[in-house]
Nanobody, 130 residues
Framework: VQLQASGGGSVQAGDSRRLSCVTS????????MAWFRQAPGKGREFVAA????????WYGDSVKGRFTISRDNAKNTVYLQMNRLKPEDTAGYYC????????????????????????WGQGTLVTVSS
């Protein structure tokens, strides 16, 4: 399974940007997907996650209300729409797929932890200047 992230670049504070992550070689519509980010000198931080069907989403506190995760299973693609960007959003952004998310009571348990994700994209850099 390969994940290819794109859409990063340099923007001004307050701008918007949309990241994309295309998956190939697996069963995309069976995987919960997530975005994480890593700023220079820091650990990898959870940003957002979405169930395999796209019916539920989760967000990290620092991006809640500004970022939106979505997916198009027909295109094997997950998106991260980032609005009202701040300099502290500067980071490498990584998409990830979970091939073994447990299902309890008919609902997927989608993780916010990096070690639960099996496949990772190469990252795309977003730089926000003030």
């Amino acid at each position: 399974v390969q994940l290819q992230a794109s859409g990063g670049g340099s923007v001004q504070a307050g701008d918007s940007r949309r990241l994309s992550c295309v998956t190939s070689g697996g069963t995309f519509n069976a995987y919960p997907m997530a975005w994480f980010r890593q700023a220079p000198g820091k650990g990898r931080e959870f940003v957002a996650a979405i169930t395999s069907s796209g019916d539920r989403t989760w967000y990290g506190d620092s991006v809640k209300g500004r970022f939106t995760i979505s997916r198009d299973n027909a295109k094997n693609t997950v998106y991260l729409q980032m609005n009202r960007l701040k300099p502290e959003d500067t980071a490498g952004y990584y998409c990830a797929a979970d091939r073994n998310a447990p299902v309890i009571g008919g609902k997927e348990l989608v993780s916010v932890h990096t070690n639960e994700y099996d496949y990772w994209g190469q990252g795309t850099l977003v730089t926000v200047s003030s």
